[in-house]
């Protein structure tokens, strides 16, 4: 475990122990923000940060208390399994063989799970440990033999959701059981690489697109960054291909394809885009002059200008929460938004987050649980357990529990 992650384990379980007393908390925060804090923090001020407004944090406890009231005795919780088609879903297998809720999902399961890191709750630790603790002994009984974490259909997608959420646990506890399952997935994951620096649907598979590769190369950042070893050419081939992915010209510069420019009959999307600018951040390129110079290097003509992303991201996002606003695509695509705006950091960070922060609140619903009031978002064909989730992890980023969310 590297010294960042040692360091802020630490400071994680002091928190964990104190949080019953608001004091307490306050000085915590007040001696040992989490990185990235300050910029929240107004100097000498010792409060939570602007950006997590009491309404945030309600809806977000919502979130939470609904998600404990929906999972399974089994760890699990139900969507919908299959994969996007254009703007549809498949279901795999058919609908009518997966119940009124779905199946068990694996990559729901892991994003519900990060909901509850992103609060602070850790394995068997206060009132949702129990939640956390199940959600992980499900996953650990889907790692096949490879490596390969699978179950009632899912692929890719829900591997690398599934890898990150154990990678979050063990860099927050240090969780010695994990580490053999991890070691064999994250090699799974980056020997399913294909030749272009993608990955697709299946492992291995001839071709790739932007939104499974992004998947993968932030659970490997996430290994690397708890000391598992991935090969530094597995993370160059896939950025080299997300580079050729960019729309480098015309009035949609700064946006990322589908597939990379090769590909007949592409598209580029506010969910695309978000997954290529977060692909180049979790590389380790965070200047536009570090983007041309990787390019250079690699012989890729036309480098795209992470300065064009962000604009394009803005424009999009406008036109997505219009027309996609209980779509997954909305989720989707805000899920890897809100990680590429919090490493832009600065204004850009917090005038974004502002911006999606309301739209959540404006979107989600009042339900009734047995443990008092919670908060439901909505998303067609994946479910809404997908939606509140990744709702609940958006909302609770200021917290900084998360170790994808320390700069």
Known sequence: MSARTGSFTRILHMEMQLRSTAFCLSVLL???????????????????????????????????????????????????????????????????????????????????????????????????????ENAVDFILSKVQPDGFIKAYGTRMYSHAFSVLFLAEVYGMTGRADLREHLDRAIEFTYKSQNKHGGWRYAPGARDSDMSITVCQVVALREARNIGIRVPKNTIESALKYVMKSAVTHGTDKGAFLYQDEAVPFNRNSFALTAAGLTTIYQAGLYSDRQVRQFCAQKAIRNAPS?????????????????????????????????????????????????????????LGHTTKTEQGDGM????????????????????????????????
Request: glycine share 10%; aromatic share 14%; with cysteine.
């Open 30 to 132: 007040s001696l040992a923000p989490f990185a990235g804090a300050q910029e929240d923090v107004p100097s000498g001020e010792n409060r939570r940060p602007k950006l997590h407004t009491q309404k945030a944090r309600k809806a977000a406890a919502g979130a939470l208390r609904w998600l404990a009231s929906k999972q399974n005795e089994d760890g699990s919780w139900n969507a919908w399994v299959g994969f996007k088609i254009n703007d549809n879903y498949r279901y795999t297998p058919q609908r009518a063989h997966q119940g009124t809720t779905g199946l068990p999902h694996l990559g729901v399961t892991a994003l519900a799970g990060m909901a509850f890191l992103s609060g602070g709750h850790l394995p068997g630790q206060g009132p949702y440990g129990h939640v956390v």
């Open 306 to 362: 992470i300065s064009h992303c962000l604009s394009y991201m803005q424009r999009a996002y406008h036109q997505i929460h219009q027309d996609y606003r209980k779509h997954y695509f909305y989720y989707y695509g805000n899920y890897y938004a809100v990680q590429a705006m919090y490493t832009r950091g600065g204004e850009a960070w917090r005038d974004w987050y502002v911006q999606v922060r309301d739209d959540l609140l404006d």
């Open 376 to 407: 439901r978002w909505q998303a067609h064909f994946v479910g809404d357990v997908f939606a509140t989730s990744v709702a609940a992890i958006i909302l609770q980023v200021p917290s900084h529990y998360l170790p994808i969310f320390q700069r």
